[in-house]
């Protein structure tokens, strides 16, 4: 049996003439009474009902018949939280019934007919429970004492609460239990990691049914039942641009095949680090012995450094429910840029050296022929040996193995071009001053282009 104020038949043997207008307890909070399910909607349940509580109708009896009936002996049925029995007795009232049955209630507990009344043969004495539930309306949690028999019941009394009404089961480990059957007589929907699943009988509590379905608990993962035509007419909005007709067809199926639905959600708890570039610096040092025309000189290289966010976010079935800031700050520091300049300055240059008239025998032996005479008019003074600083460091004998030799970094098809024999490293330095200057007077600054203008000469 499940909600007495559904049928209007008698109560515990009342006459068709007694007053059928049923005492409803209400829902409170977890200091009011326990609250009855009262729903039309449950009256299309193939499960057997409750009888209607009789009204108050005073029969008058007198007292010799009282007596005797009290004494006589009956047959009632018994319900006691669903359990269904039938009684023999000679108990002249619900009160005695209950006592001689040892069925103890509470004060938010539910007795119909109440204790007081007397107890007549071919009644029904229906008992039901009062449980503190914990439920979620809108978002909103909180617990009331409910006398439902089932989680159907429960739902179906609350549903004047809240568009989204659900019973919250409580979590303990790997377990989850209510204090209340999912559904009496019927079986339950169990819908868990995007599949739903029937199982078959709904009285035999969560754990057993999600064993039976083989859904494990994770330790965070929350459990709640809600009815299964509210969980439809989502799943239908979601995939009516899918497939509408399909999406609306599966979930009317789902939900007329068993009204409640057993709902695992898959919570996971993570700390996601986001890392955001610092950008370094850069620094110029000085060096004294560096020329300071000179371009800096990179040192060391820089690097950026890492600023790193951590948040603790919790996802419900893969979507983000909340996120919270755990720790921010830099953890990889940037690495400066060092440039060096120089401060040192260039030394005058020194007086022009005279090179001495080589003896016709000596021209001849050495196989070279005289330096061209050079215009020197257009070189200002002490460029040559600026020129010479800038390609090879002042150096008359530099042999960089790339072609280039000597202070002005001669090749040699233009060394052999302007006279010179050998290598032009192997010359002194006022011979290759002298084929530069003779080169120079031919073809220009031109002849070094990076040196000549960097020193203003091109």
């Not at 303990?172 to 169990?190: C, H, K, M, Q, T």
Request: charged share 20%.
């Amino acid at each position: 049996m499940k909600n007495p104020f559904h049928r209007t038949a008698d109560a515990a043997g009342a006459p068709e003439s007694a007053d059928t207008n049923p005492q409803t307890p209400f829902e409170t909070s977890t200091d009011g009474p326990a609250e009855s399910p009262q729903s039309p909607a449950t009256t299309a349940r193939r499960r057997r009902r409750w009888p209607l509580v009789a009204g108050a109708t005073a029969v008058v009896l007198l007292a010799t018949g009282a007596v005797a009936y009290g004494n006589a002996r009956k047959t009632v049925q018994l319900d006691v939280d669903g359990q269904i029995t039938t009684v023999t007795t000679f108990a002249g009232s619900v009160e005695g019934l209950l006592a001689e049955q040892e069925v103890a209630v509470g004060d938010r507990d539910l007795v119909v007919p109440d204790v007081d009344s007397a107890l007549r043969g071919g009644g029904d004495v229906v008992v039901r429970y009062g449980r503190e539930v914990p439920v979620q309306v809108d978002g909103s949690q909180s617990s009331v004492w409910l006398t439902a028999l089932d989680a159907d019941e429960a739902l179906t009394t609350l549903a004047s609460r809240g568009s989204d009404v659900r019973l919250v089961a409580s979590r303990s480990g790997e377990r989850a239990s209510l204090p209340i059957r999912l559904d009496a007589d019927g079986p339950v929907n169990v819908v868990a990691d995007g599949e739903t699943k029937v199982a078959p009988d709904g009285s035999i509590g969560i754990d057993a049914i999600l064993d039976q379905q083989g859904v494990q608990l994770g330790d965070l993962d929350r459990v709640h039942v809600e009815k299964s035509d509210q969980i439809a007419a989502a799943q239908a909005d979601a995939a009516a641009e899918a497939a509408p007709a399909a999406a609306t067809e599966d979930a009317e199926a789902a939900a007329d095949a068993a009204p409640v639905s057993l709902v695992v959600q898959r919570v996971k708890v993570e700390e996601v680090p986001t890392t955001t570039a610092v950008p370094f610096e850069t620094v110029t040092e000085e060096d004294a012995n560096r020329f300071k025309d000179l371009d800096p000189a990179v040192k060391q290289e820089g690097a950026d450094g890492v600023h790193t966010t951590v948040h603790r976010v919790t996802t419900v079935d893969g979507v983000e429910e909340s996120r919270e800031l755990v720790s921010e700050g830099v953890t990889t520091p940037p690495v400066n840029k060092i440039l060096v300049q120089g401060t040192k300055e260039r030394p005058k240059p020194e007086p022009k050296a005279t090179t001495p008239q080589r003896s016709s025998s000596s021209s001849s032996s050495s196989g070279a022929s005289p330096a061209p005479a050079a215009d020197l008019g257009s070189a200002p003074e002490g460029v040559w040996s600026a020129l010479a600083q800038c390609e090879s460091g002042g150096n008359p004998a530099t042999n960089t193995g790339n072609g280039y030799y000597g202070l002005y970094q001669f090749s040699l098809p233009t060394w052999r071009a302007m006279g010179g024999s050998g290598l032009p490293s192997e010359a002194s330095a006022a011979e290759q001053t002298q084929r530069a200057q003779a080169l120079q007077a031919r073809s220009g600054w031109g002849q070094w282009p990076a040196c000549a203008r960097k020193l203003g000469l091109l």
